[in-house]
């Protein structure tokens, strides 16, 4: 009779528990029913962490739907769009770059988070983040560029001899501003060998000479916001590319042509003996079949500036919430989602990418401690560093345009060695007007 | 009710037209002149203020726009008058070709039917210092020692894209001219001929007179398409750079408005584009019917 009755009691267990406990799960589904409109920044490695949404619905019951997935340049474009018809636009893929310019669209996503929801965040990438107090997008992962440098020839005894004897020190990764001019020098042997290359045009440009300003010890604006780009700090960052392009000729002619793929294949090709560059390009470095180069080069921290220090420009992707969105819990939900620490990792460890999560960088270097080649090491561990004081551009919504408004300016320096006061007080001028407005 | 109905007939038959004029043109431009007059940006929320003709006092005072309208000009009269000139003499030596006249003209055409963003594609690796065809010839024959930038050097930059324009349009004005000579009655150059006229004073005295008209169409057409088509082949092969060395009016406009996200500044710049155009089109327009007289 007891085993009986405990036989019914089991059946009747076995029967109701599934049923309450899958009614307690869809119960807990906080977003059934919300649809959350996306426009992320598309291409090969970008598209991995998406693959991770659908555990997202699963989880929150929320349905994403991914309305586009474009260029950076094109996402800005349609996503402006989008803002200023008022449509209907949830979480956008964003930069530190572009943010500031978008500030008034996009969502304080502080009033959503805690501390403690930002405790896994590199502080510099939230820091590059926050715009007039608001944190306005959760940061993905982060570009800082690193010097890549020619093993073969730093590390040849004859290059070493001869380096010594024309500039009486030795041989090794430029340290300091001298050193750069001398090496890019020395080592410039047209039309097969360059000492250094550097992104001559358009926005690339404008970074290069802003972190030549900061190691200089200047800046754009001073703290109440006045122009003083134009001052030494300014004029000595220019003067150094002027000097490598136009005076010394230690770079490829193309330059003022040259953009990120430019320069990098530039290296690759082994035309050049050293340069700064986004981590990104690593594993394409690597590669016998992609590059010249592979397994002869090396990785060394930026030489520094008259200031004493080097500061080193960089920026963060990631992902903000519209201000307009109907349902601004869910989509500030899917940004911390796809910022997680363990989505970071998995984005990292697919694309290349250096995660903004402090766990999972730490993630990253075991890996490579256990099985990768030293250099990998190395790559981290410098890469740590500078993401710890990278600087962003400017955060104003008007960088674009003083970017548009200044770069030919500076090519003028460039292509036509013309005086660098002369160049800076014009753009220095150029810029005034444009915040003047 | 036949007169009614023949009477409004016709207005029903343009109906369609009108209507699709007045949504793609008229609105529109209608609709951007009155962007032009406010301080909208596509970036900033209550930007949309009406501030007069403020943008258009500014770019009359933007060097840059200066700057790119004296570029869209030299670019325009260069291009123009060389096509003019080589598609002529294309064209002369097409007409007297005795056998494979169809293949000549159907190589010689060949160019014109590339996209013009294959060609500006096409001629950034041609004058590419590194990697280009230009430098590497160059290089192998002696002539140069260390490879040439054409395309930031802000004498060369704007030639080599001129370069780039004259290579693809050079066909169309041949084929134009080539119609027109394969159409001139014989009976006047034959005229010329038992006069004892020299080669030179038949295509002087007679061909070109004839071939007037047809030279103003084909000038008239390359003049207004001049700008509007180098706009792809510039921001492929210089982006308009260096330093605003090839920067015309239709890549200032697209910086300011597209890039830059500054609506009204960039429909206030092409408010003047348009305006100089449609003055340069009317007196155009105008050579050509005196031509014709």
């Keep these: ?140 992962h982060t570009d800082v560029r690193i010097m890549y440098y020619r093993t073969d020839l730093f590390e040849d005894p004859r290059e070493q001899e001869a380096f010594k004897a024309k500039y009486g ?22 039309p097969n060998l360059y000492g250094f290359v550097f992104t001559g045009g358009e926005e690339p440009l404008v970074g290069t000479f802003y972190e030549l300003l900061l190691s200089a010890g200047g800046n754009f604006f001073d703290e109440e916001g006045n122009v003083i780009f134009n001052q030494e700090p300014g004029q000595k960052a220019l003067q150094l590319l002027v000097d490598l392009y136009y005076h010394k000729k230690a770079t490829p002619e193309g330059v003022p042509n040259y953009r990120w793929d430019e320069v990098a294949k530039a290296f690759r090709d082994g035309l050049i003996a050293f340069y700064f560059d986004w981590p990104g390009w690593y594993t394409m470095m690597k590669d016998p079949k992609e590059s010249k180069v592979a397994g ?142 | 009710m036949r007169t009614h109905s023949e009477r ?100 010689f055409m060949i160019p014109m039917m590339f996209p013009p963003i294959l060609v500006g594609l096409q001629f950034r690796w041609f004058f590419n210092d590194q990697f280009g065809l230009l430098n590497n010839i160059l290089l192998s024959l002696g002539i140069i020692d260390r490879p040439i930038g054409w395309l930031v050097r802000t004498k060369t930059a704007m030639p080599a894209v001129m370069f780039a324009d004259i290579w693809q349009n050079t066909p169309f004005t041949a084929v134009v001219f080539l119609a027109g000579l394969l159409s001139l009655p014989v009976e006047p150059l034959e005229a010329a001929l038992v006069d004892g006229a020299s080669p030179w004073q038949r295509f002087r005295y007679v061909i070109l007179p004839m071939l007037r008209p047809l030279i103003f169409i084909a000038m008239t057409i390359r003049s207004l398409d001049a700008g509007r088509k180098a706009f792809d082949l ?19 406009t697209f910086r300011r408005a597209i890039v830059d996200y500054q609506f009204a500044y960039g429909a206030a710049i092409s408010f003047i584009d348009m305006v100089l155009t449609v003055g340069f089109a009317v007196y155009l327009y105008r050579q050509l019917l005196k031509g014709r007289t």
């Design chain 1, 296 to 437: 002869k080069f090396g990785l060394a921290p930026y030489p520094v500036g008259p200031a004493g220090y080097a500061k080193i420009w960089g920026g963060s992707h990631g992902f903000a919430v519209a201000k307009s969105t109907k349902n601004p819990e869910a989509a500030v939900a899917l940004v911390k989602f796809l910022t997680s620490g363990d989505n970071l990792y998995f984005e990292a460890k697919e694309g290349g990418f250096l995660p903004t999560s402090i766990s999972a960088y730490q993630r990253l270097k075991e890996d490579v401690a256990k099985t990768g080649d030293p250099l990998d090491l190395k790559r981290l561990e410098l890469l740590e560093q500078e993401l710890a004081g990278f600087v962003p551009p400017p955060k104003i919504p008007e960088y674009q345009e003083i970017v548009s408004a200044i770069w030919p300016e500076l090519q003028k320096s460039l292509v036509e060695g013309r005086d660098v006061k002369v160049t800076l007080d014009i753009a220095a001028e150029k810029v005034r007007k444009i915040l003047g407005r």
């Design chain 2, 234 to 252: 510039i921001m492929l092969m210089t982006g308009g750079g260096p330093a605003y060395a090839t920067e015309i009016l239709g890549t200032y």
């Design chain 2, 8 to 107: 409004y007939f016709p207005y029903v038959l343009i109906l369609p037209s009108v209507i699709g004029t007045f949504l793609l043109i008229v609105f529109p431009l209608v609709y951007s002149f009155f962007l032009s007059l406010t301080s909208f940006h596509l970036l900033k929320a209550q930007s949309l203020r009406f501030v007069g003709f403020q943008n258009f006092w500014e770019v009359l005072h933007d060097p840059a726009f200066w700057v790119a309208l004296k570029n869209s000009l030299l670019f325009m009269v260069v291009v123009v008058n060389v096509e003019l000139v080589l598609g002529l003499l294309v064209a002369l030596l097409l007409n007297r070709a005795s056998g494979g006249q169809g293949i000549l003209r159907t190589l």
């Design chain 1, 1 to 140: 009779m007891v085993v009986r009755r405990f036989l019914v009691a089991l059946v009747v267990f076995s029967l109701v528990v599934p049923f309450s406990l899958s009614a307690m799960a869809q119960e807990k589904k906080p977003f059934e029913g919300v649809v959350l409109n996306a426009y992320f920044i598309g291409g090969g490695a970008y598209e991995k962490l998406y693959t991770k949404i659908p555990e997202f619905e699963e989880q929150t019951g929320a349905k994403v739907n991914i309305a586009a997935k474009l260029s950076h340049f094109e996402l800005n474009k349609r996503v402006a769009q989008e803002f200023a018809s008022g449509g209907d636009i949830d979480v956008i893929s964003t930069h530190t770059t572009f943010a500031p310019g978008q500030k008034d669209f996009l969502l304080p996503l502080n009033e959503y988070l805690t501390p403690e929801d930002l405790k896994d965040f590199t502080p510099s990438t939230i820091e590059a983040s926050t715009v007039d107090g608001k944190l306005i997008m959760l940061p993905r």
């Design chain 1, 169 to 190: 020190y030795d041989l090794r990764p430029p340290t300091n501003w001298q050193e750069l001019l001398d090496v890019a020098e020395f080592f410039t042997r047209p």
